[in-house]
């Protein structure tokens, strides 16, 4: 066994918390949960209309929209929010959200149909008309539109319509672009009636208009409405002094997010002037919160891909998907892994690494996780391992130099055992290298943490007397077993396995994964085909197992499990959790991980604790049990603990 310095007791520190204020309340009337099954037939359904009149605009007009929406929301992202640790949504907030914004794009696509039917020649005037019907569209918006809005819009804050429609989007406090899109059902409509009339009166007075006008109006409409709802703060004296006239014609994102701030002020569209002229205009500056300077970064934690079902749920992909488990499509896992596979072989032509969003550790550090373009599929790949450490090096090498960072976690496989003996490979490497060599760089897999909390979570098993373990062997399974024989001498442990890592006389072995309908209680620690839990599961022989713990990274269901006769709950573990008001972390530290909010790996949080305690010695190879222990105080101290699980055994 690696023998590596112990851990150094440090004093339990005292978890931060933020005080709860004073929040607005908004009526409880738009809590509900809209079903999103029959979204996709809703946005087909338009097509059905084909013999009535031509579809393509309307199609054409919706998916333009629809990818103008997910533009700036992948703009804004990358170039506002990620680096910005104050930005954070919530998890409910985006899933509301995410029911929601296209919501009045389809709307609008029934109502075209609808228009086109009564009134084709609003959409098929001759080609050589567009340019006049954008002028008088772009006049009529200015003329009608924008004190239509104003008007429809302090009608929509009298109390009774605040609860009845427009309080749905007032949910949002803090805002994305596409905030601007959320609405309740009911206000669509109300909005359809508003600004149709940018187009609608200019033809009923001549009698012509262009479905491209219309497509180019709405597309427009949508980006200026998400510019009113971004985080970017635009104070240039064009916009701000009063005697610029920019400050009444054109509006910046304070000027609606002073809306959203005080309800009752800022009314106006895009066009401030009405707030002026009836007094209702309020000015609001978002605070300025400060950030740690750009090349600021204490820590990084080296990832890498999980697979196809990983990138989607990448906020550059779509910011409200930041907390969804691991998709999976109709295809089996390895063909997922496959497509990714050639997917980062192409984004290894114009990126080595991948920077994700930045986050604040204990009000003093900064980290950030960066990805390799590695995949599932070249950690299967031996040929490919001793690039792949390689590339780890250069890395640590490159933000060395950039950002002078000392301390580096390996995730997930970057650390396996087959590629570099848990990351001790990468540390001789790095202890080796004629650059970094003197550079007091530390490298941690944080597997202390992970084992800390495995063990923990099944300590707490109430009355068990026996389980089944997959993946026991690897090295956080072995430190595992050994604890609880220890902790508990009465356990009977049976792992899947054909390699005997323990001779121990309450730990047997077996070859045949069926055993495992055999136990309640199931561990596992190493993905398996999914071929393999079907063939297990199948048949009618009697089911014992009611519980499988997985602590696999990424957390992959288990179809056979969930479609089983028998109730078994796949349950994810390894994996901390915290009170939303702990403020030891602050900023995305939890996104795009395929768990919920205010959740983080352990392996994870053991680096970062690393990194706070400032130590000084590598973390690789073997898990010492000892330091498993202290670990687990101090990540109690700092407010993390493993998921509740109610059992009944």
């Known amino acids: ?106 709307l609008h696509m029934w109502s075209q149909v609808a228009l086109q039917i009564i009134f084709p020649t609003m959409f098929f005037s001759d080609n050589s008309e567009i340019g006049s019907c954008a002028l008088e569209a772009f006049i009529a918006h200015i003329a009608i539109v924008e004190p239509l809005y104003y008007a429809v819009h302090r009608w929509l804050h009298i109390p009774h319509q605040m609860k009845k429609m427009h309080g749905f989007h007032h949910l949002s406090i803090n805002t994305l672009p596409s905030t601007s899109l959320v609405q309740n059902f009911h206000e669509h409509f109300i909005y359809i009636a508003t600004f149709g009339p940018a187009f609608l009166v200019p033809f009923l007075l001549t009698q012509r208009q262009h479905w491209i006008v219309v497509g180019a109006y709405l597309v427009i409409f949508d980006a200026v409405n998400a510019w009113g709802h971004t985080n970017i703060k635009i104070r240039h004296w064009l916009f701000t002094h009063k005697y610029s006239p920019f400050t009444y014609l054109f509006y910046t994102p304070e000027f609606h997010l002073g809306h959203h701030a005080y ?178 760089i530390r490298v941690w897999t944080g597997d202390t943490m992970t084992s800390a909390s495995v063990y923990n979570q099944i300590l707490d098993i109430p009355d068990l007397d026996e389980l089944f373990y997959i993946g026991a062997t690897g090295k956080i399974g072995v430190a595992v077993c050994e604890k609880l024989v220890q902790a508990r001498p009465n356990l009977k442990i049976r792992i899947f396995s054909k390699n005997r890592a323990f001779n121990h006389p309450n730990i047997s072995y077996s070859s045949d994964l069926k055993d495992i309908t055999k136990y309640k209680v199931a561990v596992v620690g190493k993905i398996l085909p999914e071929r393999f839990y079907n063939k297990a599961f199948s048949g009618s022989a009697p089911c014992r197992t009611r519980y499988i713990l997985d602590y696999t990274v990424p957390f992959i269901p288990i179809t056979a499990a969930q479609k089983h006769r028998d109730p078994i709950q796949h349950i994810h573990i390894g994996l901390l959790r915290t009170n939303p008001n702990n403020t030891f972390l602050k900023g995305p530290f939890d996104v795009c991980m395929s768990h919920d909010q205010n959740h983080i790996y352990p392996c994870h949080f053991g680096c970062l604790m690393n990194a706070v305690a400032k130590r000084e010695t590598n973390e690789t190879g073997e898990v010492d049990q000892d330091d498993m222990d202290k670990m687990w105080k101090r990540a109690v101290s700092y407010g993390f603990e493993n998921k509740l699980i109610s059992y009944s055994l």
């Open 263 to 440: 309800f009752q002020a800022n009314y106006g569209l895009f066009m401030p002037v009405w707030d002026h002229l009836l007094g209702t205009y309020r000015e609001y500056k978002k605070p300025d919160l400060k950030l740690a300077p750009a090349k600021q970064q204490d820590f990084v934690f080296i990832g890498h891909n999980g697979g196809l079902g990983h990138i989607l749920t990448c906020p550059e992909f779509s910011v409200y998907n930041v907390y969804d488990n691991y998709k999976r499509t109709f295809l089996p896992l390895e063909v997922e892994f496959l497509i990714m596979h050639i997917l980062g072989n192409l984004a290894k032509i114009v990126m080595k690494w991948y920077r994700c969003s930045r986050f604040l550790v204990n009000d003093e550090l900064v980290a950030r996780i960066i990805c390799t373009c590695r995949t599932p599929w070249d950690f299967g790949s031996p040929k490919s391992y001793g690039a792949m450490n390689k590339e780890i090096v250069e890395l640590i090498k490159d933000q060395y130099k950039e950002c002078g960072t000392r301390y580096f976690g390996l995730g997930n496989l970057n650390k396996m055992k087959q590629l570099n003996d848990g990351g001790a490979v990468v540390a001789k490497m790095v202890a080796e290298d004629p650059f970094l060599k003197d550079k007091n």
């Open 1 to 106: 066994m690696c023998q590596r310095p112990r851990i150094k007791e440090a004093p339990l520190p005292t978890i931060p918390v933020n005080k709860a204020e004073p929040k607005k309340l908004i009526a409880p009337t738009h809590s509900h949960e809209r079903n999103t099954d029959y979204d996709l037939l809703f946005f087909l359904a338009p097509a059905l209309m084909w013999w009535a009149t031509p579809v393509f605009p309307v199609y054409a007009v919706g998916i333009a929209r629809i990818l103008c929406t997910h533009l700036i929301l992948t703009l804004h992202y990358i170039f506002v929010d990620k680096d910005n640790y104050h930005n954070k949504l919530s998890q409910k907030q985006l899933k509301r959200e995410k029911d929601d914004y296209l919501v009045g794009t389809v």
